[in-house]
């Protein structure tokens, strides 16, 4: 068909300003040739797109047609898609794949991504993968899962190049030569080890390449050696790859021999990783839910909302002590939601960057007293500017001074609160093990309305009435 030619891989074709990914237009015309079956078609747009892009377009399609390209694809797809996969989508491409397809997949994928990989196989059909790969591949695995999640020890993969420090640089190429066929797919550096496989040195691949054969390895080698424990926390291995500016990392045991390599792609995917939990931990949603099904999502989020409603009542609860204020002026039921809003927003602005700087081990016990001293005077400040502006604006509005004074006042109290408050939950939080950016967002709410509620109704109550 003429129309084939027109269409390329990447969805680039039909967006010219857009460089890599597909686009809708792309995923459209994958859809409508699954619906009316048109396979040339179809191969003429898949032949050569990269795994990542197939991923989207998987992910992108839904019921009948995803499952029609699944078939498709079968026996012979790129195992990488496996990987770039969504794991709620991965979870269901694995569903439906034979288990010797999927352990063959296994198989061609590096150890970090084999893993990621088989932890979204169905519990139920774990052994059975198991079962269809070989001794060695089995052994890496079960191993791997022996270490906590999210940590250095998951997060690694075995293939890496060691050589012993008495080497030369002529010895080390020829090794490299020898061993082609088994070396990993993509590396950056060559691990100096001991006798006992402890890494003492590191040399980048250009660095053995600029030197003469006979030069020894012990002579060119970089000795700041910065290794992460297997069971240090992903997040940790990702600040250790910012401090340093590092490329790769070799990964130790207790004993301190070298069991794996850590590479910056890896890394990449763990700060997308966190950044992504914390904003919908924030959000009060614990997970992507994007491509979960409708009931899984709504019992996801109920438990979030229904800490909210107790939240609200609270709050309810405060306006109620002051209802008989409140019928006889009935400005404030206009003006009090403006105080805790701002309450509210001054405060979020403050806890997000307190969150942020404790993930990033920037906010201590050190410099804590500093920070919050500084968050409560930005507080007072804005609490002042937003005081004139908001008592001028109720004054012009009631033609009433007293009642401009009043949501001045409270407003103040209330941004001083929000700023002491944006950055004392989230150290308070992480003191008692809870994660800051599952609860704050819910604690400082409760603070801001509550304070926001008591100081304007309190004062209005014992000024105006």
Known sequence: MSDNAQIEPAGAAT?????????????RACDQALAED?????????????????????EELAGEN???LLEYLRGRFDPELLAHLDYVVREDVLEALPAEEV???????DTDDALDVFEDIPAEDQAQVLEQLSPSDRALLEQALTYPEESAGRLMQRELVTVPKDWSVGNTIDYLRERAARLPRDFYEIYVVDDDRKPVGTIPLSRLMRNQRD??????????????????????????????????????????QIVGVITADDVVHVIHEEAEEDIMRLGGVREDDFYEAVLETTRARFSWL????CTAIVASLVIGLFDAAIEKVVALAV??????????????????????ALAMKELTATNAA??????????????????LLMGGIAWGWFGDTTMGLVIGVAMIVNLLVAGFAGVAIPIVLQRMKVDPAVASAVVLTTVTDVVGFLAFLGLAALVLL
């Open 103 to 109: 352990a063959a997949a296994i198989t061609e994928l």
């Open 335 to 356: 003006l009090m939601p403006i105080v805790a809003s701002m309450g509210g927003n001054a405060g979020t602005q403050t806890l997000t960057v307190a969150v942020r």
């Open 38 to 58: 048109r396979i040339e078609e179809l191969d003429a747009m898949l032949s050569n797109l990269h795994a990542s892009d197939m991923a989207d377009v998987i």
């Open 215 to 256: 030069v020894r390895i012990d002579d060119i080698m970089l000795t700041d050696v910065r290794s992460a424990q297997v069971e240090m926390d992903q997040e940790d291995v990702a600040l250790m790859f910012s401090q340093y500016a590092l490329v790769s990392a070799p990964v130790v045991n207790e004993g301190g």
């Open 15 to 27: 967006d010219p300003e857009r460089s890599f990914g597909v686009d809708e237009a792309f995923v």
């Open 66 to 68: 995803r499952l029609k």
């Open 370 to 387: 500093r920070i919050v001293g500084k968050e409560v005077i930005v507080g007072g400040i804005n609490g002042l500017l937003f005081a």
């Open 306 to 309: 229904l800490v909210n409603l």
